[in-house]
């Protein structure tokens, strides 16, 4: 049964990249990526301020991958995706936890750090 609901899994984020992204290839599964992307937010707690939020779980897969591979650290990007749980396994194979992944479906090259235009360029790529 669908309802009106069902398309609700929907994540936009934008920031800079913490380092260039990582290929990974595992044997028997298509190629993918990982990234880590963090955003300009500042917030005072108490006395003190802190800044920077970071999202450690950014998984790019299929015609995505050859997209990312010009990407650097410190490049400005807006990613469109959706959230995927993952059970995490020790090295017995019993259940640890779970870890949230946001897989990119969309990514918005918005200006690479190195180029400084008043403008910002945007390059768009779809997963398909």
Same mark, same amino acid.
């Given at each position: 049964m669908s309802t009106k609901y069902d398309d609700l899994n929907k994540v936009i984020l934008s920031g800079n990249l913490v380092d260039k992204p990582q290929e990974i290839e595992v044997e028997g599964r298509p190629k993918f990526a990982k990234a880590s992307l963090a955003s300009n937010k500042s917030w005072k707690k108490g006395e003190e301020w802190h800044?920077? /939020?970071?999202?450690?779980? =950014?998984v790019f897969n299929n015609g995505l991958v050859g997209s990312i591979s010009t990407l650097e650290k410190g490049d400005k990007i807006s990613i469109v995706g959706e959230t995927k749980n993952r059970a995490l396994k020790d090295e017995q194979g019993d259940k640890k936890g779970y870890a /949230? $992944? +946001?897989?990119? =479906? $969309? =990514?918005? +090259?918005l200006r690479p750090k190195k180029e400084a235009k008043t403008e910002p360029e945007t390059e768009g790529v779809t997963a398909e």
């Open positions: 800044s920077s /939020v970071v999202f450690n779980a =950014l /949230v $992944e +946001i897989r990119v =479906l $969309e =990514l918005h +090259i």
